[in-house]
């Protein structure tokens, strides 16, 4: 049988414990983005800004953009949403702020299949198979975003 005072300090440790768990710890954790959602070409950018934005992205795209949450919340890390214009999710950008200057990291779509390269195959005037890697347009809208992160004012990323 449990003495009173063992009772007292698990009421008290379940009381301390509760509060936590109702506490800052719990709520969804948000962050700012230098810019915010924008039309480049055919193709919507949605920054990532929250824990239940990075989750859904990362159940929609089935990628692992949710592991991310840490450095995205320190704002060392920065995650966007690349769709049409239609709001079909086609791929999820990535981009590393290092020494305060955003760089592109990595952009993959669904499964992370490729969608920066694509391959083109012809024959050439031998009569031979040839391929080619060509860069697609969310290559391009890839860097803009960089760029644009990196022109932007606002906040200063300390690494």
């Known amino acids: 049988m449990l003495s009173q005072s063992k009772v007292d ?49 990362g159940y929609q ?17 920065c995650l966007f949403s690349v769709r049409s214009r239609v709001g ?5 950008l990535g981009l590393n702020c290092n020494g305060g200057h955003w760089r592109f990291d990595q952009c993959f779509g669904p499964s992370n299949t490729e969608v920066l390269e694509e391959t083109r195959t012809y024959l050439d005037e031998d009569g031979e198979m040839q391929e080619e890697l060509f860069a697609t347009d969310l290559y391009y809208v ?11 004012g606002g906040q200063k990323n300390p690494n």
């Open 9 to 57: 300090y698990f009421n008290d440790l379940f009381v301390t414990k509760s509060a936590a768990g109702n506490s800052v710890e719990r709520r969804p954790r948000k962050w700012k983005c230098k810019v915010s959602e924008m039309l480049i070409g055919e193709y919507c950018i949605t920054p990532l800004t929250s824990a239940k934005l990075l989750k859904s992205e």
């Open 142 to 152: 890839a860097h803009e975003v960089a760029r644009l992160m990196n022109s932007a």
């Open 61 to 77: 795209m089935n990628n692992c953009c949710r592991d991310y949450l840490d450095q995205c919340a320190d704002l060392t890390y």
């Open 88 to 92: 079909e999710r086609l791929a999820t």
